[in-house]
Nanobody, 129 residues
Framework: QVHVVESGGGLVQAGGSLRLSCAAS????????MAWFRQAPEKGQEFLGA???????????YYADSVRGRFTISRGNPKNTIDLQLNRLKPEETAIYYC???????????????????WGQGTTVTVSS
C-alpha cells in the first residue's frame, strides 16, 4: 500500500517563503511522476508543478505558468521524496497543498489530477496580507 505524506505547511506573511516536503512510501518507484497541486476554498484543484524520473534520474520538471519563477520542485533524499520551495507567496495562494504520484512520466501536457493514482492528505498553507 502506497502512502503519500506532505509536511511543511503553515502561516506566512505575503511575500514570504515556505518549503513543503512530500514522501511516498510502500513501494519502489523506478519510473514515476511526483506532482504538487493545491485547492483553495471553493475552487478546483490547480496543478502547480511536477517532476518525472526513471531509473533514479530526473527526466523533466514542469511548472504551471502561475508559479514558474517563484516555486521550485526538487527531489529529496531518499529519492521517493520531493520538495516544493514556495517564494513570494500571495494571500490568494492560501490553500491546501497536495502531493500526488503516478507511475509514469508525464506525456505532453497531461497534468490532470485524475491521472495520478496516489495522493496525500494535504498540508495547509495560509498567506496573510
Amino acid at each position: 500500500q502506497v502512502h503519500v505524506v506532505e509536511s511543511g505547511g503553515g502561516l506566512v506573511q505575503a511575500g514570504g517563503s515556505l518549503r513543503l516536503s512530500c514522501a511516498a512510501s510502500g513501494r519502489t518507484f523506478n519510473t514515476a511522476t511526483m506532482a504538487w497541486f493545491r485547492q483553495a476554498p471553493e475552487k478546483g484543484q490547480e496543478f502547480l508543478g511536477a517532476i518525472s524520473f526513471t531509473g533514479g534520474v530526473t527526466v523533466s520538471t514542469y511548472y504551471a505558468d502561475s508559479v514558474r519563477g517563484r516555486f521550485t520542485i526538487s527531489r529529496g533524499n531518499p529519492k521517493n521524496t520531493i520538495d516544493l520551495q514556495l517564494n513570494r507567496l500571495k494571500p490568494e495562494e492560501t490553500a491546501i497543498y497536495y502531493c500526488a504520484v503516478k507511475t509514469s512520466i508525464i506525456s505532453g501536457d497531461d497534468y490532470r489530477p485524475s491521472t495520478f493514482a496516489y495522493w496525500g492528505q494535504g498540508t495547509t498553507v495560509t498567506v496573510s496580507s
